[in-house]
């Protein structure tokens, strides 16, 4: 976690100004090798539907929707790291958009590596989303750290790529780091040019009127609501649905499956 004194100010100004922050040191060695260990568990389910589906081209090393399997991934996103600060920097209450895991292979050709916001609607100083990068590897230049733009999220149209390639810089950083960014900021893999898979997870969080990528309760099944934190049941949109009968929309407000907290 964050060590005191953090400055929250200085947080609030590098994300206006450029889009980003980067936190150093978060995660420790026995979280991190669990962490690792995982994504390899992970991606080899959501490999093989990629491929049994014709969907595996241009997916090398991406795994998606990465929770219900009672792994790690499961545990870090109900023991959330920064999560008061990303409500701050919401102003409210949000919701998980999309948990992934990246295992960057050498010589990859994964949809990534070009240059693209997770976001299509472009709101300006009203932030939609927030993009995660938990770096459970060394990032390098040598394996592919991340390229982002710093500060093209205050600019509507999407820069080209000569553009990007000449003024993105790489974000280098050690196993156990997390970078915050704007989900408008223009970012992409660079190619791993290693010997060995460099491993991340990517997650993407949202207010709580939008649209998620998977349907968590039902994805999960009612089997898991039991046992969530208070946390992970904002994250995941348990406390965010639409009612589905007349029966579950004329409750008291306890009972409400939209809670008024979730702004």
Not at 66 to 72: A, C, E, F, P
Not at 231 to 241: E, F, H, N, P, V
Request: net charge negative; charged share 20%; glycine share 6%.
């Amino acid at each position: 976690m964050i060590q005191p004194p953090f400055d929250v100010t200085r947080f609030d100004q590098a994300m206006a100004r450029d889009g980003l922050y980067h936190f150093h040191n978060l995660l420790g060695p026995q979280q991190l090798e669990a962490l690792r260990a995982d994504c390899d568990q992970v991606y080899e389910r959501r490999r093989a539907i990629q491929v049994h589906n014709g969907v595996d081209k241009g997916m090398e090393g991406a795994a998606h929707h990465v929770l219900g399997d009672d792994t790690s991934l499961d545990q870090f996103l109900a023991n959330l790291p920064l999560a008061d600060l990303i409500e701050r920097h919401f102003g409210g209450k949000y919701i998980l958009l999309n948990f992934g895991a990246t295992l960057h292979p050498p010589g990859g050709t994964a949809y990534t590596l070009k240059p693209h916001r997770d976001v299509r609607a472009w709101t300006k100083d009203y932030p939609l989303s927030l993009n995660m990068l938990v770096m459970l590897d060394d990032f390098t230049a040598q394996n592919g750290a991340t390229l982002i733009l710093a500060g093209s999220h205050k600019t509507e149209a999407m820069p080209s790529n000569d553009l990007f390639t000449a003024q993105a810089k790489q974000v280098e950083g050690k196993a156990g780091d997390i970078l915050l960014f704007n989900s408008l900021v223009v970012h992409a893999a660079a190619p791993n040019q290693s010997d060995r898979p460099r491993k991340a997870l990517t997650l993407c969080f949202g207010r709580p009127f939008m649209k998620p990528q998977m349907d968590w309760p039902r994805f999960l099944g009612p089997e898991a609501e039991a046992h969530l934190t208070p946390l992970a049941r904002q994250l995941l949109g348990y406390d965010a649905r639409v009612a589905a009968s007349l029966d579950e929309y004329y409750q008291p407000p306890e009972r409400w499956t939209f809670k008024p907290d979730q702004r």
